[in-house]
């Protein structure tokens, strides 16, 4: 006897965001990245169309990370000091479907940088590079608020994906965004009423929901990732059951927490029983990225090119019908 | 031992005490009463006081700040003193002294507190409906008994009683031993013609009374609504049914700390039971020494007080010990409290007089809901109505004829002018209404008997907040909008502020300002309870719509201005004709019950009918309550008259 499967009718579909300008648009990028759009939950393509495949942005920073361990900084090799080469190297050898740049120099209790440098940092990455651009501040609301304004002016019409905004701080942004043609990253902690909270926020600012992006803040494996996974499943069932300011995409720092943890740090002298620490690294961003492929992630924000090509076979594999 | 003399200006009031006790406490000894929000720890900053003379210690706090320091503030709950001191205590740390007049022309806003004559007269519930039958709790009987014979030579208690049931169907009757031992002398020396006061006590009928002549005449009797916040108390003619005068007065409680965990915890220290229940009726036997007297009538003749309040006033009031209403599985010592004598709590009425109490339904939803049940006659409906009690305690009833339940959640003080930083209680000089020009920013307010002002009460911030944001100067997360610049605008110690009003021309000290603080205070506080109600209405299979009347009570329930509430959220978002304000509805039960033995036996079939659902243990509550945190609500669709946004299907 034939099993008919149960299928679940959806209302709504999430939002689809689309990052980069192409020349006839007013930007520069010879390819856009679309995501969103999913009329049912993640790889049930029975239930819904998922029009755009997850997409994975690789991170640079616009100076030499200097908590990263040697196991990651070493696959980048020597462009890791300099953020141009490291964006060219991450598009035209590891294959990235945008770029993650995030401002670290910026932080006042960094390296301070002055505007004019930060400028220029995005401004020479755009030129070297042809894939969208996904910008993002040092986290200090106050520095950011002052250069990531210069930052979206300099980008004008490139229509940059541009965060992040939080509760507390969403309107300097929002506002630039909104005049230069930028899209936005709205950042919750692991709240699904703050993540919605900041949407309202954003879109009383009269900025359409096609423009916002959530990152719904997420943990590594081992570290909260459950709790991460149970927050974005719930928002999207809320997504496709019709509740339109919880249906944007979501975009997962899965790098930034993976290589964080102990696992993924830890040297083989301290724990010789873990295995070797290169392969724990890749693995830990791997199986992080992967979980929250399941929870619903369009854009997953990684690392390790190893890793990166780890999960984008992944991708192509849950993507067959 | 060393002892100090402090006297307190400007009362001019001295006493003595041992070295080490706190300037706070030294002041409760001199019957001075200094606000205290936190009890004595040191956190509210509301009891600061001025040294004018004299040496005292204080332990480093962060709530006096540089400059008041240098003119000689100390908090009173962190200071001793180490000489003989002369103190002053500055007007914002005073409590209003004294009851509210009742004859105050311009009461109006004050209806919650102080019930007007016009719409409480005769004990007609507040729905105009007059549907108990005349009994009072105690009634006079007047009795010319027939003189004992050789015929008729049956013992004067059995000649008394069977003279009462040739009057009144009384199959069971009962008397005390004192009235026995008085009664053949009594009898005698008043030649057989006696007033006996018939008391309702428990299922039975007590001889209360018995007195010479003719008293039938004269029999009063105390309603009384005891908040956390403020009691109020009623005088009646049980005769004629007729209100004789109504106070209302802050509960001097409130020195030992603002809200019911706070006193429950005050009671477990040295004294604080005895400190509490005598805070309590020291105001009670004022409010009946003033009321009787203005009206010129014996306390003598006064024979029963009913009172309503929280499970945890009721104990205070008995001066039974609370502390197992806090401790899981938070069970009180009693609900149904049996009909005492008033003179064994302590208050003076007649010695033989009764005191009865509505009886409670748990540990956080008290006879003050009873009341408040009755006086809507939501137990008599076959409609589906919701009764919201806006207190410290947010108190939610929700049923119809058939079935009754209720929860609490735990709002806080900030409606009632607590925990926000110019918050006050709706008194004189209480900014009560707002409006802001949403072009100029510039603020037009009235206050409380037209008053300069001193300070913003409940009503005053559902305004100000729902007008900040009609303006666009907070958003829908309570924050100020960063870009604005306005000279009404600035950065305050505790996040951006707004100034309502300057401090030059009002006599305060301090400009009054609602700070992001205190805008996050009262999102909890309208959270609180818009969420219990959600959960009460979603917990037995309704949604807002289905209801068809919506009581507002409580203190400030009546003159909170209705859009506004809804605007901030505070409110479900229905027609606005289903909202029927009922002020203090416990007070008016409390005066049905007094009126009415049909009353008392209906009060106890509503406690005993409700049904009591326990938030804390709700899984969903705490999703409900996150999501209620937001200007009105994160589900923009169930307020859709203020979002624009259609409620989804």
Known sequence: ?321 | MDKFKITFLPDNKTVEVEKGITLLSAAISAGIHINSSCGGDGVCGRCKVILKKGQAVSLPTGRISAEERKKGYHLSCLSVAQSDLEVEVPAESRLDSGTLAKDDAHMLRLKGIFSEPEDTDKGDSILGENIFIHSPLASKLYLDLPKPNLEDKISDLERLYRQIRSLQDLPVLQTGLSNIRRLGELLRSSDWKITATLGKRNGTTEIVILEPGDTSKRNFGFAFDIGTTTICGQLIDLNTKKILGTKAAYNKQASYGSDVITRIIFAQGTDGLEKLHHAVIDEMNLMIQELTRENNIDLNDVTCCLCAGNTTMMHLLLRVDPTYIRREPYVPTANFIPVVRAYEAGIKINPRGLLACVPGISSYVGGDITAGVLACGMDKTEKLSLLIDIGTNGEIVLGSKDWLIACAASAGPAFEGSGVTCGMRASRGAIQKVKINPETFEVTYSTILDTPASGVCGSGYIDAIAELLRAGIIDRGGKFDPKLIHRRIREGEYGREFVLAFKEGLGTTVDLIVNEMDIENIKRAKGAIYAASAMLVNHMGFGFNDLEQVYIGGGFGTYVDMPNAIFIGLLPDLPREKFVFVGNSSLVGARQILLSHEAIMDADEIAKKITYFELSVEPGYMDEYMASLFFPHTDLSKFPSVTGKKSSP
């Open chain 1, 1 to 321: 006897m034939a099993l008919d499967l149960v299928k679940e009718k959806w209302s709504n579909a999430v939002a689809v965001v689309t990052i980069g300008a192409l020349k006839d648009e007013g930007g520069t990028r010879s390819s856009v990245v679309r995501c969103g759009g999913e009329e049912g939950l993640p790889f049930l393509f029975a239930e819904g169309k998922t029009p755009h495949r997850p997409v994975i942005a690789m991170e640079v920073l616009d100076v030499e990370p200097d908590d990263w361990p040697q196991s990651l900084t070493s696959a980048i090799g020597p462009a890791i000091k300099n953020p141009v080469e490291w964006a060219v190297k991450c598009e035209k050898d590891y294959k990235a479907d945008l770029i993650c740049l995030r401002l670290a120099g910026a932080h006042p209790d960094a390296q301070n940088r002055p505007a004019e440098q930060l400028t220029k940092v995005v401004k020479d990455i755009l030129q070297a590079t042809t894939i969208p651009l996904i910008l993002i501040g040092c986290g200090e609301d106050k520095r950011d608020n002052e250069i990531l304004p210069l930052c979206s002016q300099a980008a004008k019409g490139e229509r940059l994906l541009i965060g992040e905004t939080v509760q507390a701080n969403y309107k300097t942004l929002t506002a630039s965004a909104l005049a230069d043609g930028h899209s936005i990253i709205a950042q919750s902690p692991i709240d699904i009423n703050i993540a919605k909270q900041l949407n309202i926020l954003i879109s009383d600012m009269s900025m359409s929901i096609e423009r916002i992006v959530i990152n719904p803040t997420v943990g590594a494996l081992g570290y909260g990732l459950e709790y991460a996974y149970s927050i974005m499943e719930r928002a999207r069932l809320a997504a496709l059951s019709g509740d339109k300011m919880l249906g944007m995409p979501f975009i997962c720092f899965v790098g930034y927490e993976a290589w964080r943890a102990k696992e993924a740090k830890a040297s083989e002298t301290e724990f010789p029983t873990w295995g070797k620490q290169l392969e724990r690294g890749i693995a830990w961003e791997a199986l992080t990225a992967t979980t929250f492929l399941q929870a619903g992630a369009d854009i997953l924000v990684m690392r390790h090119p190893k890793a990166v090509e780890l999960v984008r076979k992944h991708i192509d594999e849950l993507m067959k019908e």
